[in-house]
């Protein structure tokens, strides 16, 4: 078999650690583990005991109910992106109650929801502008937990 030696490449020499490189490389690539990104999912589910808040929302009218999204909205992605010991924060509609919602909130710990996540100042904003949906009726009742060793999530 004839080598060619690429024209940009002067002397033998550097030909033989082209090839070389090209070779370690191939090796490193088939007996490398395999590289893996641990998402922000991922490392929050790794908790014991977590604190869980499940608040419960009526509304009077589905406009009402439409409100409350918009005004979550901004307020569940702030969580999402920079508040890590929330494990996990999610508006979830009943299947049986049209006009009532849910937010299921689960926490590091009890801790960080008290100083974390209750101080924070898109939930401050969001607690204002919540009061006027009170104000025209709207029902909150909430329920916090300790989570245990038995089941999974």
């Known amino acids: 078999m004839q080598f060619t030696l690429p024209s ?4 033998k020499s550097a030909y033989w650690l082209f090839v070389a490189f090209g070779l370690g490389a191939a090796v490193t690539y088939l007996y490398s583990p395999p590289v893996t990104i641990e998402s922000s999912q991922s490392r929050r589910n790794k908790v014991d005991k977590a604190f869980f808040l499940g608040v419960t929302v009526t509304f009077p009218s589905h406009e009402d109910l439409a409100e409350f999204k918009r005004l979550f909205r901004p307020l569940a992605e702030h969580v999402e992106k ?3 010991g929330t494990l996990s924060y999610k508006l979830l509609e009943s299947d049986k109650e049209p006009l009532r919602i849910q937010v299921l909130e689960r926490y590091q710990d009890k801790d960080y929801y008290l100083n974390v996540h209750k101080t924070s100042a898109p939930f401050l904003k969001f607690r204002e502008e919540l009061q006027h949906l009170v104000t025209k009726g709207a029902v909150i009742a909430g329920e916090s937990y300790l989570e245990t060793d038995v089941g999974f999530i």
């Open 8 to 11: 940009n490449l002067g002397s």
């Open 82 to 84: 920079f508040e890590l």
